[in-house]
């Protein structure tokens, strides 16, 4: 590697749609970890697998493994298997771990010294691969880096994403909403896996069809839509006016109490009812401390939080859940701490909420796209789990089994669009005619 321009290439023709650029300590080495941050935010960056808890003769840990590979000087790289990222969540603390073990190719020279201006660059590719490469402070790239950016933070990110016209992602995104929204009137759509253009008249059309616009498939994948930024679209009367309606965060099914072990059709028998139609089903609105707002479920259950400590706002024990109890004190279905975060941090570090007004007729749903975005940066799970506490952020569950035998599982967690930015550390509005931060 030549220079930091040879570099960031290298990293673009490898697929990389993010560098992430992070100056090394003494402390970050192969014996002592390399430090991410403090704040479970990192993993809204960093793709990973489950996250797995492990208890320790001295402190209880979340790990989670990692695509990692090594870059060398030629740039070619090799994958180094054994890498996981370790969560210490009652400091909290991130820490990456086992990157030399098992790579045919590394940099151990340099990750196993505690010498000063060593800079670590990680560059994440579109299949949430990581690629990474390391440099001394003496290095061509180092220096040149230096002279070039001249950042002096302990972790930044270098936009590798640009438009044809040198935008950087963000702006490129607000411009093709602009080009959405001057396009008026747009019929229900979505893209078909083969990126073709298809009518779509379901509820949930107004994301699926500014997807469509935006180029992206319809896909299930619990991931952000683009350049690393998670789109929801909602409906409004007014595009300045922010209503009073619920927004979808994530839906995820619980991974325990009776609902997984025992399965759905006993859940719903014991907590659900039986609508006019012969379908049992289970529904109403869940608040952390409430019993359960539902006139037709059986038991109003209670939705309890455990092992977050609503006055530190910490997290107290990894075993933690989210869960919702009976009467009697059982468990009728929980949310492991490991599960939500695994899921959380995989969509929500960096949010778009994009208004739109919406009407149907005779041939099916439209939508008109707003003048403005609202963008949520840096949400971090300590913020969820607070949101919880707070009866912010809600559980509507909706699963049921249908008379004619299928079934239909959904747990889904939603706030209102109004609460929104206590899920973030940042919240503006941008006004998409001009730059103006409203």
Same mark, same amino acid.
């Given at each position: 590697?030549?220079?930091?321009?040879?570099?960031?290439?290298?990293?673009?023709?490898?697929?990389?749609?993010?560098?992430?650029?992070?100056?090394?300590?003494?402390?970050?080495?192969?014996?002592?970890?390399?430090?991410?941050?403090?704040?479970?935010?990192?993993?809204?960056?960093?793709?990973?697998?489950?996250?797995?808890?492990?208890?320790?003769?001295?402190?209880?840990?979340?790990?989670?493994?990692?695509?990692?590979? !090594?870059?060398?000087?030629?740039?070619?790289?090799?994958?180094? $298997?054994?890498?996981?990222?370790? /969560?210490?969540?009652?400091?909290?603390?991130?820490?990456?771990?086992?990157? /030399?073990?098992?790579?045919?190719?590394?940099?151990? =020279?340099?990750?196993? *010294?505690?010498?000063?201006?060593?800079?670590?660059? %990680?560059?994440?590719?579109?299949?949430?691969?990581?690629?990474?490469?390391?440099?001394?402070?003496?290095?061509?790239?180092?220096?040149?880096?230096?002279?070039?950016?001249?950042?002096?933070?302990?972790?930044?990110?270098?936009?590798? %994403?640009?438009?044809?016209?040198?935008?950087? $992602?963000?702006?490129?995104?607000?411009?093709?909403?602009?080009?959405?929204?001057?396009?008026? !009137?747009?019929?229900?759509?979505?893209?078909?896996?083969?990126?073709?253009?298809? $009518?779509?008249?379901?509820?949930?059309?107004?994301?699926?069809?500014?997807? *469509?616009?935006?180029?992206?498939?319809?896909?299930?994948? $619990?991931?952000?839509?683009?350049?690393? !930024?998670?789109?929801?679209?909602?409906?409004?009367?007014? !595009?300045?006016?922010?209503?009073?309606?619920?927004?979808?965060? #994530?839906?995820?099914?619980?991974?325990?109490?009776?609902?997984?072990?025992?399965?759905?059709?006993?859940?719903?028998?014991?907590?659900?009812?039986?609508?006019?139609?012969?379908?049992?089903?289970?529904?109403?609105?869940?608040?952390?401390?409430?019993?359960?707002?539902?006139?037709?479920?059986?038991?109003?259950?209670?939705?309890?939080?455990?092992?977050?400590?609503?006055?530190?706002?910490?997290?107290?024990?990894?075993?933690?859940?989210?869960?919702?109890?009976?009467?009697?004190?059982? #468990?009728?279905?929980?949310?492991?701490?490991?599960?939500? /975060?695994?899921?959380?941090?995989?969509?929500?570090?960096?949010?778009?909420?994009?208004?739109?007004?919406?009407?149907?007729?005779?041939?099916?749903?439209?939508?008109?796209?707003?003048?403005?975005?609202?963008?949520?940066?840096? =949400?971090?799970?300590?913020? %969820?789990?607070?949101?919880?506490?707070?009866?912010?952020?809600?559980?509507?569950?909706?699963?049921?089994?249908?008379?004619?035998?299928?079934?239909?599982?959904?747990?889904?967690?939603?706030?209102?669009?109004?609460?929104?930015?206590?899920?973030?550390?940042?919240?503006?509005?941008?006004?998409?005619?001009? *730059?103006?931060?409203?």
């Amino acid at each position: 590697m030549h220079s930091f321009d040879t570099l960031v290439e290298t990293f673009r023709q490898h697929g990389c749609e993010r560098l992430f650029i992070k100056r090394l300590s003494k402390n970050d080495n192969s014996k002592q970890q390399v430090y991410l941050g403090p704040s479970f935010d990192v993993l809204n960056t960093f793709p990973h697998g489950e996250i797995i808890r492990k208890e320790g003769p001295v402190r209880e840990t979340w790990w989670t493994e990692i695509s990692f590979n !090594w870059m060398n000087e030629s740039g070619t790289y090799s994958e180094a $298997p054994h890498t996981k990222v370790i /969560l210490y969540p009652k400091y909290p603390e991130i820490r990456l771990s086992g990157f /030399l073990r098992g790579c045919s190719d590394g940099p151990n =020279s340099i990750m196993t *010294s505690r010498a000063a201006g060593r800079i670590l660059f %990680l560059g994440i590719r579109h299949d949430r691969d990581v690629i990474a490469y390391v440099c001394d402070a003496n290095h061509p790239v180092s220096i040149s880096m230096e002279s070039k950016l001249g950042f002096e933070g302990v972790f930044d990110e270098f936009p590798l %994403l640009q438009s044809n016209a040198g935008m950087e $992602p963000l702006e490129q995104l607000i411009s093709d909403i602009r080009d959405i929204h001057n396009s008026g !009137w747009i019929d229900g759509q979505r893209l078909d896996r083969l990126g073709n253009i298809v $009518p779509c008249n379901a509820q949930n059309a107004i994301g699926m069809t500014l997807e *469509s616009q935006l180029g992206i498939k319809t896909n299930g994948l $619990p991931g952000p839509d683009k350049f690393g !930024w998670e789109i929801k679209a909602h409906t409004v009367s007014k !595009w300045d006016k922010i209503p009073s309606k619920p927004v979808s965060l #994530i839906t995820t099914e619980p991974d325990g109490g009776i609902y997984v072990n025992d399965g759905l059709p006993t859940f719903i028998e014991h907590y659900g009812y039986e609508d006019g139609n012969g379908n049992k089903r289970f529904g109403g609105i869940h608040r952390v401390g409430e019993l359960g707002r539902s006139k037709k479920n059986r038991e109003n259950l209670t939705l309890t939080l455990t092992g977050y400590d609503e006055t530190t706002q910490k997290i107290t024990d990894t075993s933690g859940t989210l869960s919702l109890e009976d009467g009697a004190g059982d #468990i009728a279905a929980s949310w492991s701490f490991t599960h939500l /975060l695994e899921r959380w941090t995989k969509k929500h570090n960096k949010t778009m909420f994009v208004p739109a007004l919406a009407k149907k007729d005779a041939d099916g749903r439209k939508y008109y796209y707003g003048d403005r975005v609202r963008l949520g940066y840096n =949400s971090d799970f300590r913020r %969820l789990l607070n949101a919880l506490n707070e009866g912010n952020v809600y559980l509507d569950p909706m699963p049921v089994i249908y008379a004619s035998g299928g079934s239909r599982k959904r747990s889904m967690f939603r706030i209102n669009l109004k609460q929104v930015p206590v899920l973030y550390e940042r919240f503006e509005e941008r006004l998409l005619t001009s *730059s103006t931060l409203l």
